[in-house]
């Protein structure tokens, strides 16, 4: 089942629904979350980061399990987070630092693995390519780069590098306010936003700009159609712009080059958008509290969930399991026990003095089955063969038996023999001795 | 008795009975008959078949039929089971080794309610049956492999679960008497599969005996005395132990105690050819300093003797086997795995290579090196294992260590040579490639290309076989050694790269024969470096791999297709071989036609004449493959810019040729289209500024629908009147390129041109080369310059030489010339961005006085104005 969660910049816990029913789920509570700062790790469970207010000097992260509403593990990074992500897998948490420092954390055991400086000011949002072997930033500078994750952790190739980036993407004028990725690993392009009032379409492979499309209004928030026909582009005007990638346009609705119309509903600045490929259905959340979901085709709004007073500035659609059976449940979870328990914080600093954890890694083993099958046919087989070969020792023990029957009845035989043979010798002898006696009264005789 | 019934034919219900009874008389022993065992030797396979098929013993569908049906068949199953139970409590042991073989079908045969009602009797009977102890080998065997399939089905039902663990529990003790007492290998073996079948179904019933399974198993396995199969029996018991604990630390410390006592085989193996330190480094790894080691392997007790004439690797190799098999199988707990020490044990074992470090020399006898070179390829092979299996289990994890194991892997591939190594070593790289995406792309592209490229290039055995009259130039690089360096450097010409494929028939140098499976695996793994890698940085490598690969692919084909029926003669791996070859050649063809580059793929036409065979006349595998590819290709070909249908009602109105554009970019992005992109994007400005509106949109649609077949008319009228040979898609492919034409171009000037298409084949071999110039000037978008197009001349040249191939073989008859000029017509165009298409197209056409006629294209070119 697809959730939709939402979360708001004020304190108005996370709300999560059901997008195809519409009935809301466990609201969890206490997060008041920056742009971009929630993330799903894995779909096992909700992470945030937390930023009360724009100017403090920390904030720090909560981690919520999917069944308790309370936050249960809070991490205190060195300095605020803005931008959370998570690769697919849910093994590594990324998270954008307002000096522009980017940290990666394991997330099995919360250790800091690797933190460098990416930006010269805050960074505003991180995405992973589709492979997750790409890490995509964008910062208050205007700035995109992209970084290899191989390379970060290549001691030896990046200190050959001249620098750490695979690209610098420095079009944008000001503030990156929003970053979505295309399909395909190495060969996708990526739609940036800015405060420019400009959406850039790039290429990951070229390294090279691609598209410029200039918007009436600024834009926040982006989301690509999956058959990369269009993206979707939440402005200030409260309108959600549909431009054109891979389609046929219009020049004349007025709003601009290759901006082929709008979907509009919002009075409020639309403020985060996603895109739920199942049903083909967009989502966009608005500085009214509200999350919109439009049908693109037919471009009416199906449904609103009313998430809370302030701005909704993160919408995430997770895939679920649906909820086991009462039967079923419990096998279930006896045999995935650890997605119940959630892991440890995130580590300030990387902490170089335990070796020996450099040396281990927290791992979920794959979850294969490989059963035993019968085998009492096979073994028919390869048990009358052998016994046909008389060859094995095995084989031969059964025909102990036989042997020793045969060997009693040769025993007779021979006996019997003897006997015959007995009998032909005495006959013989006495013959032999007749003859004698009888010769030797011939011989004498003459 | 029942001969007198009539049955409807085999599959009536009622003859089952029937049979069975007719089963029992005739096969089955009793008091009374003796058992002749020459005759139930041939008899026994029979029956079990037959009563497989028919399921005799299923007593199913019993709801459907009378009760009188029912009852019959009952009572035949009964008195089955119980002639059987007869057979078991006798006191020959091949009755009751016969008893034992069918009890175990009937386990597996019988009806739920049967086999609930009487597991356990059945259980007991054959339990009795290992434990005496003077009985016959054959007979524990037979029921050690009873009780196991006894309890996988048992294992079926969930409801028994608890009592099947108290059973389970009652045959622990027996079983592991079995493997401590018995030393006779094929009992060992029977034991085996018992024990996996009771950790895999009923892991907590081990749970008690957990120390004493291991010290058996591990005796076992360290005194390494049996069979490779066997031990990995065991191995996969001692892998799975820790299962039944179902704790958080059984894992780590079996995984430990296993590496620790490897290690210790090792260092006592590798005395003399590596390096010493080695064996402390490794200890320091697997027990970090200040803390105890734990027990070693087996429990304190056990001490394995050692034998220093033999190297331990059969030892060395199942316990390595265990460690993968428990980095692969499930565990009900994240676990921490020592994964630097198990990475520094592939690297330990992978460095040692039989030669002596200096320090060494005086304490090796050349008899202990032959020993040790003669283990080592055996050890190597189970330590790539041990590495697929991490790569396996850590997935995204292994990142932080992903820079260590490719910098292992590299080092390890360019002095790797048995073939079994090699295609181990493909398919990590496949592995890794994979699981890594475009970084590890990147990394991994030129260790793989110079090695894959080795192996294709260099003589394999069954192509000599296959196609002897196959002689190419001579190959004296061949033979060099320096072949095995960058041969690949991007400077080489893909021409002259090829011929070194011609295997030398005069000279056969058995050193450069690669096997046809390490071909395979080198075509896969270039396969899945294209698909992952192809977009990024490949500039360097991709015309040299996609020469080769067209090559690889013409040379699988050429000496037929492969059967891919069975051949009895033939050991079963070699059947259909060469079916692999061509189908990993032609899959790798295909990946190197639709990954992301930046030019036209140069060899497209001979690969589509290539699938096009292959689907007429090739197996279904490879026909089947055929088929997918030239639908695959068909996007290539015929790029799509649809509309979408949702927006087109609301915003319907012409589009600009050059929004068309867009798929090239997502699809194909190279240099070109971006620049066309944004050569588009200025054109869409300027004519929005010019509120200049053309239907091309409309007018492609029309074209499509109505007009081909007057073009076609067109076409064929002034020559091919007689022979209209070519097919609808070249044709469409004229129009197409016709519709790309600038709004300003109109009908008239198309049609024009159209005309001239056909007339002018006698002379195009001089036109082709001068509509490259034509159009390399156009491509630079500077239409005033266009003299230094460098990044398209290359492109040129690549295509040049399929042309003048065609040409070449395109003789006096038109109609021959028409396809041939169809194919350079693709070929050219194909190189050419759409929107210059129709312009080198009228360029191309008015050949001989192609000046003069450019400056009215370029006027038609709206993009002029804007320079």
Redesign the interface.
Known sequence: MNIVVASSSVDGGIGCWDLQTGAEQLRYKTCASTPHGLTSVGSRFLACSQLRDPSATSGHVLYWSWSKPQAQVKSFPAEPIKPLAA?S?G??IVGGGLSGDIYLW?V?TGRL?KKWHAHYRAVTCLVF?E????LISGSEDGCIRVW????I?????RQQASHLYEYSFTEHTLRVTDIVK??????A?IVSASEDRTCKVW????G?L???IVFPSIIDAVALDPG???FYAGSRDGKIY?A??????????GYG??I??SLSDHSKPVTCLAYSAEGNLLLSGSEDGMVRVWD??T?NIIRMFRHAKGPVNNIVIVRRPAPPLRAESK?QF?????ELSLPPPLEKYANSTD??M????????????????????Q???D??K???QQG????A???V??LKHDCKRSMQMFLKLKKTYDNLQEFCISELLDGEQKGGSEGNSP | MATFDQFENMYDMRLKPVMLRCLIRQYLPDEKRPLSLNHTCSELPKLVSIVQTFRLLSESETHSVDQKLINTWRSAVDDWVNRLELLLSSDTSDKCWIGICLLGVTCLECSNQRFLSSYTVWIDKLLSRIQPPADSQLVKIASCTSISDLLTRLARFPEVKKDGNLLAGKLVQPVLKLLNEDSVEAVLDGAANLLYTIITFFPASIHHHYDRAEAALASKILSGKYSTKTLKKLGCCLALLPKSKGDKDSWPLMMQKILISISDHLNEAFQGVEEEGKADEARRLLVPPGKDPPSPLGGTSFKAARNSERLPASTVSSLMFCCCKMLTSSYPFQVTAPIRSMLALVERLLMVDGSLPHTMLPFMTSMQQELICSELPLLHACSLELLIAIIKAMRSQLLPHAAYVVRLVTRYFRSCAPPELRIKLYSIARMLLISMGVGMAIYLAPDVIDNAFNDLNSLGCEEVETSPAKIGPSTGALVQPSNRKRKHGAKTGPLEKLDTTGPDVETPNMHQMTPITVKIAALDTLEVLLTVGGASKSESWRSSIDSLLIKTATNSCKGGWGNEEDNIFLPHESTSIWTDFQLSSLRALLASFLAPTCVRPPYLSQGLELFRRGKQEAGIKVAGFCSYALLALEVLIHPRALPLDDFYSAYHNSADGASHRFPEITHFSGQKQDTMFFNGMRTTKQSAAESHHDDLYDRWLQNENIPVENLEDHISRPKLGEKPCANDSSFTNIVEVSEQEPAAANSGALERTIDEITVQPPNFQESIPKSHEIVSAEVSMIPAVGRNAEGTEIEYKRSSPACDQDMVSGDDVLADKVDVFENTHGNTCSTLSNAEKSIAYVGHLESDSSMDSFPDIVDADPDTDSD
Do not use: C, W
Not at chain 1, 244 to 253: D, F, H, K, P, W
């Open positions: 690769n897998e093994t590594y394991e099995a693995l390519s492979d997750d072997s790409l290899s994750l191989f390379l952790f290549d001691d030896v190739r295309g399909y395909g690993g190495g060969n392009i290429s990951l492979s070229r090279r691609l598209r410029n990369e026909h269009v549909i054109e990638l891979n389609a046929t346009s219009s020049t004349s609705n080059l290759h082929i119309g693109v085709k471009q096998e006896s045999s995935r026990r650890h070796e020996d450099d040396n281990r890694t927290i791992i979920t083993l794959p979850d294969t089955r490989d059963l035993p099958s019968y085998l009492s046919s073994l028919i087989n048990h009358i052998e016994l046909q094995s020792s095995a084989a023990e059964m025909d038996e036989r």
